[in-house]
């Protein structure tokens, strides 16, 4: 047995089969992640992922858009936008506030429900001062005198009222943003979710 794996550790069409492997899995997650890239749409920061789901799908983009965004429904089903930076492009943190303003009849217009949720960098949820992970259509959330509904971003609960509050993951983390039943201004492509804006203190 011995001599067996001694052989293997020096065989070099062993070794050029492990590095041959090694290559064929590297250059497979690149072209996946390429594949995937060239199907969003990012747009004041949330990336959307249009054709996922769609049976009219090549391979490629299938398994591409299966890595991206697993067991998901068709865009007119279920809407998804996910968010990992602010609107001035670095990535969103615990260590920090943000404001996520709807302007008076912006929120997300559907036929069920929407919901924010805040995760960890993989997708998670994480256990928060609440409770809860998300904030939806459900939810109560108070508008201002404008109209306008603004949801605060944070880790630590606000000194104020917290009833718009969403608590978020002490570090790095991102926003994904659900509609279900999506209405015809999502479907074709018109509505475009608010950046996510860091509070200056």
Same mark, same amino acid.
């Given at each position: 047995?011995n ?9 070099g ?6 590095i ?10 690149l072209v ?49 936008? &996910? @968010?990992?930076?602010?609107? +001035?492009?670095? /990535?969103?943190?615990? *260590?920090?506030?943000? !404001?996520l303003?709807? $302007?008076?009849g ?7 429900f929407?919901?924010?949720t805040?995760?960890d960098?993989?997708?998670?949820k ?8 998300s ?9 201002s005198?404008d ?6 971003l ?6 104020? &009222? @917290?009833?718009?509050?969403? +608590?978020?993951? /002490?570090d790095?983390? *991102?926003?994904?943003? !659900?509609?279900?039943? $999506?209405?015809?201004v999502i ?5 475009e979710?608010?950046?996510v804006?860091?509070?200056?203190s």
């Open positions: 047995m001599g067996f794996l001694v052989w293997i550790a020096g065989s069409v062993v070794q050029g089969v492990v041959g492997l090694t290559f064929a899995y590297l250059t497979t997650i996946l992640g390429a594949a995937a890239k060239a199907q969003t749409r990012t747009v004041n920061g949330w990336s959307a992922i249009r054709k996922a789901g769609h049976p009219g799908n090549g391979l490629l983009v299938r398994a591409a858009l299966q890595k991206a965004l697993p067991v998901v429904n068709v865009f007119e089903e279920a809407a998804y936008w &996910t @968010a990992a930076r602010d609107d +001035a492009g670095a /990535p969103l943190s615990g *260590r920090h506030s943000y !404001r303003r709807f $302007p008076a912006q929120l997300p217009p559907n036929d069920a929407w919901s924010l805040a995760t960098t993989a997708g998670y994480v256990s928060t001062p609440t409770g809860r992970s904030v939806d259509s459900h939810s109560g959330l108070a508008a005198s109209g306008s509904v603004e949801i605060l944070q880790h630590g609960q606000p000194s104020g &009222t @917290a009833q718009n509050w969403l +608590a978020t993951p /002490p790095r983390f *991102r926003l994904m943003l !659900r509609v279900y039943l $999506p209405g015809a479907v074709d492509g018109g509505y979710v608010p950046p804006a860091r509070v200056l």
